[in-house]
């Protein structure tokens, strides 16, 4: 395959992260030494005027108001799908069945019904595919999922804490957007921000065995978007707490809310193992706080790592020793590993799966697909928020 060959992108969603993306599309070629170069063809949406503007302001070659259109697009070799919950499913079956490689936002679907039958379209078409769980893609969690491996933990993971905290339903009369709606969205805090965090159990320690959950939803009934003085029902979650035990025997103890004044987005974890603890704050991405029990008693104490020399994961494609990377730059990671797993199943090479999530971690810098969320990791995710949310239903523990 030539070093030069293009790899058409059709981008579905063009809000937030279909903001995100878009920037993605364009900034990973320009700094990663990728083996195929996308070329950003379409963005749909569904409201053309506001549509064509985002391809003029995004990048974009051409508007769409059908995603339909962009699958039946014979020249579009990705599909990325950057909408709401409701539709990934059907998306991303049409998308395969027409031979697309997928990127999908997360969560992977609303429930594991439909996760499984994105799982079984493409497996059947045998696409690349990938969640776009793009806080895997932080230097310091790659750089803390390695130090794990390498045993600077110690032989035994005794703890994962995670919290992901934000505020910005606190407000009664913040209105009953689709995040709130149990038929777009599947689940409220679950899915959109406590699917994050299993991800990264998952990611830096293992499968789960068996969780034990609490859900609550605090504000009933808010007010519609389109008649502010007319209330509709909240059909989600607002806030989960979950404990749990991995299969390796470690605890967890994991937390979601948008009920937390002052946290905007705010991700926290701590994992403690028999030779020490990493402890990592997304409000300072750049950085991971480490202690080992190994060092002198004397001068014991968390050292603080700052995550931006050359030798650490992905940074050496960027900026000079000590010049730090932002939100924006793991999108652009994981679009950077989306294309070279795809250039890896174009060019024969089996597409690498974590064994038990010990696959050792990339080389600085380096891309590799073995850090794939694929869409089966998404099924498994959604089998932990359903258990999650059995457990709260039932007030029971509930295997994964
Ligand atoms: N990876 C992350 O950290 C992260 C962050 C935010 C959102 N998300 C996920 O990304 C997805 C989108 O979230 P968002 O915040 O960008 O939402 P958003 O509401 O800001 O944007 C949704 C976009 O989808 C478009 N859309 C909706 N239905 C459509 C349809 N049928 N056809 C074509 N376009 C359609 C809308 O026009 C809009 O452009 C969700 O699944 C969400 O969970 C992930």
Request: charge should be positive; proline fraction near 5%; include cysteine.
């Amino acid at each position: 395959m030539s070093a030069r060959r293009t790899l058409a992108v059709g981008l579905i969603g063009y809000n937030f992260m279909g903001k995100a993306h878009s920037n993605a599309w364009r900034q990973a070629p320009r700094f990663f030494n990728l083996p195929a170069t996308p070329r950003l063809r379409t963005i749909c949406g569904r409201s053309r005027a506001a549509v064509k503007k985002a391809a003029a302001k995004l990048g974009w070659e051409n508007a769409q108001t059908d995603w339909r259109r962009v699958i039946d697009d014979s020249k579009i070799d990705i599909v990325d799908i950057c909408t709401p919950n409701d539709t990934h499913c059907e998306i991303a079956i049409a998308a395969a069945q027409a031979g697309k490689a997928i990127l999908c936002e997360k969560p992977l679907a609303r429930n594991v019904d439909e996760a499984e039958k994105m799982v079984r379209a493409v497996k059947k078409a045998r696409v690349v595919n990938m969640v776009c769980h793009n806080y895997r893609r932080i230097p310091a969690i790659v750089l803390a999922k390695r130090m794990i491996e390498r045993g600077d933990l110690g032989e035994r993971i005794f703890h994962f804490r995670a919290r992901y905290a934000q505020d910005w339903i606190v407000d009664p009369n913040f209105p009953l957007v689709w995040r709130l709606q149990s038929n777009v969205a599947g689940s409220g805090a679950l899915g959109d921000i406590f699917s994050h965090i299993v991800d990264l159990a998952r990611y830096l320690v293992g499968e789960f065995k068996e969780v034990c959950a609490i859900m609550e939803t605090f504000v009933k009934q808010r007010p519609l978007e389109k008649n502010r003085r007319v209330k509709g029902k909240v059909t989600v979650d607002d806030a989960v707490t979950m404990i749990g035990r991995f299969k390796d025997g470690a605890l967890a103890s994991l937390e979601a809310t948008r009920f937390a004044p002052g946290r905007k987005n705010s991700i926290t974890l701590e994992i403690n193992g028999s030779g020490g603890s990493l402890f990592f704050d997304l409000e300072e991405m750049n950085r991971l706080k480490f202690f080992r029990r190994r060092d002198p008693k004397d001068r014991q104490g968390f050292r603080d790592i700052l995550v931006t020399e050359p030798t650490h994961p992905y940074i050496d494609i960027w900026w000079p020793s000590g010049h730090t990377i932002g939100y924006e730059h793991t999108f652009i990671h994981t679009i950077a590993d989306f294309v070279k797993a795809m250039t890896d199943q174009m060019e024969g090479r089996a597409p690498s799966r974590p064994k038990k999530n010990r696959t050792p971690p990339p080389a600085a810098g380096r891309l590799t697909a073995s850090l794939q969320p694929t869409f089966e990791d998404g099924l498994q995710n959604q089998r932990v928020l359903d258990a999650v949310s059995r457990s709260a239903d039932a007030k029971r523990w509930v295997k994964t």
